[in-house]
C-alpha cells in the first residue's frame, strides 16, 4: 500500500483546556487563537487555520510543553467551511 504525501495544507480545529490569550497567534503558526470562558466549567482555547502535518506535530508539541490538556483535533473538511461560509 503506497503512502499519500501529506504535506498540503488543511484547516484544523484544536482545542485544549486553559485560556490562550490574544499574543499567542504567531507561536502556533499563525493559527487563529480564540478562548471561551466556561461558566461553572474550564476556560477552552481553540485555534484554527491551515497548516501541513509537520506544522500540527510541532504545534501539538508546543501544546505539550506548555502542558495543556488537548481536548479534540479535528480536520475541517472542505465541505465543513463551506456550510460555515453559508450560515453566516
Excluded at 495544507?9 to 485560556?19: D, F, H, L, P
Excluded at 485555534?47 to 506548555?66: E, F, M, N, P, Y
Amino acid at each position: 500500500m503506497a503512502e499519500e504525501k501529506t504535506d498540503k495544507q488543511v484547516v484544523y480545529q484544536i482545542r485544549v483546556q486553559g485560556k490562550l490569550d490574544d499574543r499567542w497567534p504567531d507561536w502556533f503558526s499563525g493559527l487563529a487563537v480564540t478562548a471561551e470562558n466556561g461558566i461553572g466549567n474550564p476556560s477552552v482555547t481553540t485555534l484554527v487555520g491551515s497548516i501541513d502535518q509537520a506544522a500540527l506535530r510541532g504545534i501539538l508539541c508546543k501544546l505539550w510543553d506548555l502542558n495543556l490538556t488537548l481536548i479534540s483535533v479535528h480536520r475541517v473538511e472542505a465541505d465543513d467551511e463551506e456550510n460555515k461560509e453559508e450560515m453566516k
